[in-house]
């Protein structure tokens, strides 16, 4: 059978047959094989379908019938809700050993050094579907006008990205349990990554403030990585020791027509409660940004027209009173912000920028990665919300964006010739080249 251009480039890079038919068979008594299953949401996923009752209609009557076939919702829940999540995780693993020795996780920045950067996310938020492995939180909410509390039930899962690439890859994720907080998962992650990995598989972890606590900062050392963490007032003592000693002359300063950069470095800064000293970057940045301001004034409704009077008839001469009307306006309005970073980060010679280079780059997971992953892959759409199958389907969705974005940098950008398409447009051609290949071949 003819293979897509997708599946025979994953197949190329990582063996990617081979890797998924060793998944083993959850069920006991399997009407379809596992691998069908699987094919049907990875390859899904991949084209962006988002719920699985799409999927599950594009495997009865759209671009995946010829290649997967009539497969049901139902069914394909069944089926995550007794796999192995496990497993799935060992495939993320095997693919970012694979993008490691293929040299995709390094970039020039990063002075050779693999970054990657922890987070958490909330998914499936609501108010009337749980499962058992749901947390819940009592709100205020209106409901018919009233205020009133209620039960709100959600997920949320801690990430690992590098971020040190020409793009983002996720390196695992992990659901957070009732009543563990998400420092506490996101280390549990991180073990776990470091078992599948191996030690030193990345460099530097960056985070954000939340994770600069003695017990995190000590068990991460003892994954034999380096960090580098926002400093916020969490630690009001560090901070506060950080900003006396920073109150000075800046060491860098750079402007460019973007911005206006100062940069002050202290190697070592006490920090009682950890009983030990840290390395401190802060930053000023003056960015001379574009910033879009809504302003709000009234707007006079012009008088209805004669012509129209018969569609508006009786009421043609009325005026009407000015409305308000929401007006754009653009306007050059620079945008303040002052970074603290704690690190453990031994420089040598490395000048001090780097600490706000690699603190910046924890950006890329916000601004990026769980913009993209929710908006274009569905992240959040609670399709199969029962415990096991939502893990087991979240972790297939966070692979087929982790090898659409490796296919969409590796080969469909670094092929492109004229104006590359964007990521969403290449799920489209992927779904129309399922469409295709088949109707070509038969
Ligand atoms: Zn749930």
Redesign the pocket.
Known sequence: MQRHQFEAYLDKVFDWRRLTAVLTEGRQYPLYPWSEAFDAVFLGSACQFGPLHRIETECRCGALHKRIGTLSEDMLAYAMQRQNPAEIFSLGCQVAQQLKRNGVLRSDWARGRVVAAVDGIEI?SSYCR??D??MSREVERKVEGKLQKSTQ?Y?RLSAVTVVSGAFPIFLGVRFQQDGETEVACSLALLQDLSAKLGRRFIDILVADAIYLQTSFVREVELLALDWVINLKDNQPDLLAEAGRLTAGAPLYHETTPQQDLQLWHVPEVDWPVADRVVRVVKTVRVQNAKRVKVEERPVEVPRIEETQAGKTKGKSSKRKKPKCSRVKTKQLAPIVSTNFYASNVDLGAIPPYFIHQLGGSRWTIDAQVFQTITTDCHLKRPSA?Q?CA?IVLTMIRVLAYTLTMVFYYRQVRSHCRGVPPGFCDMARQLAYGYLTLFSDSS
């Open positions: 499936c749980c499962c492995a749901c039930y997920h919300h415990d939502l």
